[in-house]
C-alpha cells in the first residue's frame, strides 16, 4: 500500500481544526489512495483538547488515517511535513493595534518557519489560514529560506468560494457552471473579486449582472462576508473555512480542473504589477505540484484600481513586519 503523507495541523484543537481533521482523515485533502498521518501542533494549553480530538479521529475508524501525533513544539511538529495547514493564529484582541498583531503573529509564524526549514520533508507544501494569511504566509517564507518560496501559499479559496455562490444567487445559475472568476490582492476587506473572465454557461457573466449591483452588492458581500458570519452566528467562519483548505491543497496536489482557473494567494513573480515576492492573490491552475499564474488576462482601469488599493494595503503589511525585523 501507498506510504503515509505526513500532515501538520497548528491550531488543532480550534473551531478551523474541528472541522477539518475528519475530512483530512476521510481522504477528501489528498484523495481516496492516499494514506495520511495527522500531526496535530498546538500551544500547551490547546494539546488536551487536541487529544480530545484524537480520540474522536480514532472512533471514526478512518481506513485511511495511519497515525495521529500530537506537540505543542514547532520542530517536532513540523518533522517529516509533506503538507503543513498553518491555521493556528493570534486574533485581533480588542484594542490592538495591526502593529501588535502583526508582532504577535509574527511571533507564531516566525518559529514555524523555521521548524519548517529545518526538518519538514523535501516537498512540504504550506498554506497559511490563520490570519492575517498573506502576512503570515510571507513571515513563515522567509524563516525558511532553504525551502523553495513557492510552497508557501495563503488561502483566498473561501473568498472564491463566496464569490461562486454569491454569482450563483444572483443570477440563478448552478454553482459548476461558472468559471474563471478571481481574488486578487489580499485576504482582507480590500480584497478584488472580478468577474471580468468569468463566465455563466459560457457567457460572459459581466453582460448578466450590472454594474452597480457589482459595485454595491457583489464586491462588498463577499469582501465583508466573515463579518457577516460572525455576526450572524456568534463565531467565525469555521466549516466554510476548513472547506476552502481542503479544496485549496487538493487542486495543488491533484491539479486544477481543464475548464477552470481558481484563485490561491501565492508569490508574486511581478506579474499584473505586484511587486515580486509578495504573497498575493492571483487566477491560478496547478500541475503537476505547482502552481502556476494564469497569464494574460485584459484588466480595465476598474480592476486595475481595486487590485492596486489591495496590493498596497499587502505593501503596507510587508514594510511593516520588515520594520519589526520579523522578516
Ligand atoms: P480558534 O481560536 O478556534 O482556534 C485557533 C487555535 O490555534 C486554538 O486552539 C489555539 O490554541 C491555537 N494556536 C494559537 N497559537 C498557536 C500556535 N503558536 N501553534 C499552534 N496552535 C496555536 O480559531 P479558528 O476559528 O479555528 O480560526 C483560526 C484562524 O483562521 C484565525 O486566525 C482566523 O482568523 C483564520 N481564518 C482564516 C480564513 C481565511 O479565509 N483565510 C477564514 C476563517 C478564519
Not at 212 to 229: M, N, Y
Request: charged share 20%; net charge negative.
Amino acid at each position: 500500500s501507498a506510504t503515509p503523507v505526513n500532515v501538520t495541523v497548528t491550531g488543532a484543537a480550534g473551531q478551523i481544526g474541528y472541522a477539518l481533521l475528519f475530512r483530512i482523515a476521510s481522504g477528501h485533502l489528498l484523495g481516496p489512495d492516499t494514506p495520511v498521518k495527522l500531526r496535530l501542533l498546538e500551544i500547551p494549553q490547546g494539546v488536551k483538547a487536541a487529544e480530545g480530538t484524537a480520540m474522536e479521529l480514532e472512533d471514526c475508524a478512518f481506513p485511511l488515517l495511519a497515525g495521529i501525533d500530537i506537540f505543542d513544539d514547532p520542530t517536532a511538529g513540523f518533522e517529516g511535513a509533506n503538507v503543513a495547514l498553518l491555521v493556528g493564529a493570534r486574533p485581533r484582541a480588542k484594542g490592538m493595534e495591526r502593529g501588535d498583531l502583526l508582532e504577535a503573529n509574527g511571533g507564531i509564524f516566525g518559529p514555524q518557519g523555521q521548524a519548517i526549514n529545518a526538518g519538514a520533508a523535501e516537498d512540504i507544501k504550506v498554506l497559511v489560514v490563520g490570519n492575517p494569511a498573506n502576512t503570515n504566509a510571507l513571515i513563515a517564507q522567509r524563516n525558511a529560506p532553504d525551502v523553495p518560496a513557492d510552497r508557501f501559499t495563503a488561502m483566498t479559496r473561501l473568498d472564491h468560494n463566496r464569490a461562486l455562490s454569491q454569482l450563483a444567487g444572483k443570477t440563478g445559475a448552478a454553482v459548476s457552471e461558472i468559471k474563471d472568476l478571481t481574488i486578487w490582492g489580499n485576504h482582507s476587506a480590500t480584497q478584488y473579486p472580478d468577474i471580468f473572465h468569468a463566465t455563466i454557461g459560457g457567457k460572459p457573466a459581466s453582460d448578466l449582472v450590472d454594474q452597480a449591483w457589482l459595485e454595491s452588492d457583489f464586491i462588498p458581500t463577499v469582501a465583508k462576508r466573515g463579518a457577516a458570519i460572525i455576526e450572524a452566528r456568534g463565531a467565525s467562519s469555521a466549516a466554510s473555512a476548513a472547506n476552502a483548505a481542503i479544496d485549496h491543497v487538493y487542486d495543488w496536489v491533484n491539479g486544477t480542473s481543464a475548464d477552470s482557473w481558481t484563485s490561491a494567494a501565492i508569490v508574486s513573480d511581478g506579474s499584473y504589477g505586484v511587486p515580486e515576492g509578495l504573497i498575493s492573490s492571483f487566477p491560478v491552475r496547478a500541475k503537476g505540484g505547482e502552481w502556476e499564474i494564469v497569464q494574460g488576462l485584459e484588466v480595465s482601469d476598474f480592476s486595475r484600481g481595486r487590485i492596486d488599493a489591495s496590493v498596497a494595503e499587502l505593501v503596507e503589511e510587508r514594510d511593516a513586519v520588515q520594520g519589526l525585523g520579523l522578516i
